[in-house]
């Protein structure tokens, strides 16, 4: 890598004449973001392809910026006057075709990086995802360098670490890879919208009666840790996880949500075998007859049910000074008080 560069601000107020780029402006994680730099003084240009939504992020420290980052002339404009970049767009999703996986997560990513090299950006924040540890076994305390160099198991999953590998050949950019896991809270479209599906619906398959560990992160947290990656010289090159540090079964995580949501808890107890022939067939018959819509199961998605995985959050917690602001009792708290007031 190049020089470990200085604070980008060493201010009380950290963000003090300091402008932020935001990729993935509108998007759950994003908007937290914005919401944590602009707190701190931060300066923001929200980022996005989404124009109703971004316009509803201006403000007086927030102007939106719409384009596609993995069009070079979009991200290269958007990078033109700021002084930090946090690369957060991407396609989240499980299924989809490789082009589009390369196309948004990798070339996009590449694009990204040349805008920063290219105008001199002072820090690189990218938001990468801790699936990239997706392994058909247990596997607890993960630390950062025990990520696989390949994992096939969904494309998802191998643009991420595409991505990855893209941004080590740009030393020139100093940059900070997160992995953040689980992300929940208001405004979450994923994790507890398909668990409150499932319930109501049908039922939520549990396997070893859902014993298994895993991590969340309350998306307030996750926000908390990039500024702290944009602000903190040593973190120059380095990789972290981010969790909130209090690995939970997944029983008493989906307990928690359906009883404060006030939902009947409908739990259906299935082999693990019968689970795993399931998503391989799914995931066998949608490749076959190319259907772009998402599978009802996929083996990323059977695996979250079958493993346990917790991260090691030490190098955050000694590098970043990352303490979570809140529990995941709190965070499940306030998205249930949001639930029920809407």
């Known amino acids: 890598m190049g020089p470990v560069p200085s604070p980008i601000c060493a201010n009380k107020r950290k963000g003090a004449d300091m402008k932020v780029l935001v990729t993935g402006a509108t998007g759950f994680l994003g908007k937290y973001v914005i919401e944590e730099l602009v707190e701190q003084g931060y300066e923001v240009r929200a980022f996005g392809r989404n124009q109703k939504a971004g316009q509803a992020l201006q403000g007086p420290s927030v102007e939106f910026f719409a384009g596609d980052f993995s069009q070079e002339e979009d991200i290269f404009a958007a990078c033109e006057g700021v002084d930090a970049v946090v690369h957060a767009g991407a396609l989240s999703t499980i299924w989809g075709p490789w082009e589009q996986f390369y196309r948004a997560n990798v070339l996009g990513t590449k694009r990204v990086l040349e805008a920063c090299r290219h105008f001199g950006i002072k820090r690189l924040v990218y938001i990468s995802s801790p699936s990239i540890y997706a392994a058909a076994r247990d596997q607890l305390d993960i630390k950062e360098t025990d990520a696989p160099k390949e994992n096939e198991l969904n494309f998802y999953i191998k643009s991420k670490l595409q991505a990855e590998r893209v941004i080590s050949q740009y030393p020139q950019v100093p940059s900070v890879i997160l992995r ?46 990039v500024r702290l990656a944009l602000e903190m010289p040593q973190a120059h090159g380095q990789v972290y996880n981010i969790t909130n540090g209090e690995p939970h079964s997944f029983k008493d995580l989906l307990d928690q949500a359906l009883e404060g949501l006030q939902v009947r808890k409908r739990y259906v107890k299935l082999p693990a075998g019968l689970l795993a022939f399931l998503a391989q067939s799914f995931e066998s ?36 000074g990352y303490r979570p602001r809140l529990t995941i009792s709190e965070g499940i708290a306030k998205y249930v008080q949001n639930y029920r007031n809407n």
Do not use: H, W
Request: net charge positive.
């Open 180 to 225: 953040p896991r689980g992300l929940f809270g208001i405004g979450d479209t994923s994790i507890f919208p398909r668990v409150l599906r499932l319930s109501q619906q049908f039922a939520i398959p549990l396997i070893k009666n859902g014993q298994q560990l895993m991590d969340m992160t309350c998306v307030e947290n996750a926000a908390l840790a």
């Open 285 to 320: 018959i949608y490749r076959f007859f190319r259907i772009k819509k998402e599978p009802p199961l996929t083996l990323y998605t059977y695996y979250l049910m079958r493993y346990s995985q917790t991260l090691d959050i030490s190098a955050a917690v000694r590098d970043l």
